[in-house]
Nanobody, 123 residues
Framework: QVQLVESGGGLVQAGGSLRLSCAASGRTFSSYAMGWFRQAPGKEREFVAALVWSVGYTKYADSVKGRFTISRDKAKNTAYLQMSSLKPEDTAVYYC????????????????WGQGTQVTVSS
């Protein structure tokens, strides 16, 4: 079993930055990818960014491309989401996920999910 714990959420002013962390624990981590998703009130969960764990290849949603950066620390089994130039529309609960099977499934096919961390961007 793999447990994912997000941290780093909070309040930030529009235009500011925030860094989220996702720490994996439990069974030795071997997922193909780790991803970040978000869900705003009344909205469906949407893909934000993903990373192929072994090599660091990344993929981003168009809405965050150029503003967000996903990265990982393999020794710590931790993924990060560096968010910059934040907008009020980025306000959501952000979830970390682990799994996927290959590049084609990296935007949706995850086995493990964290509990989420709230990100609120004020205007």
């Amino acid at each position: 079993q793999v447990q994912l714990v997000e941290s780093g959420g909070g309040l930030v002013q529009a235009g500011g930055s925030l860094r989220l962390s996702c720490a994996a624990s439990g069974r030795t981590f071997s997922s193909y990818a780790m991803g970040w998703f978000r869900q705003a009130p009344g909205k469906e969960r949407e893909f934000v960014a993903a990373l192929v764990w072994s090599v660091g290849y990344t993929k981003y949603a168009d809405s965050v491309k150029g503003r967000f950066t996903i990265s990982r620390d393999k020794a710590k089994n931790t993924a990060y989401l560096q968010m910059s130039s934040l907008k009020p529309e980025d306000t959501a609960v952000y979830y970390c996920a682990a799994g996927a099977r290959n590049w084609a499934r990296i935007e949706y096919d995850y086995d493990y999910w964290g509990q989420g961390t709230q990100v609120t961007v004020s205007s």
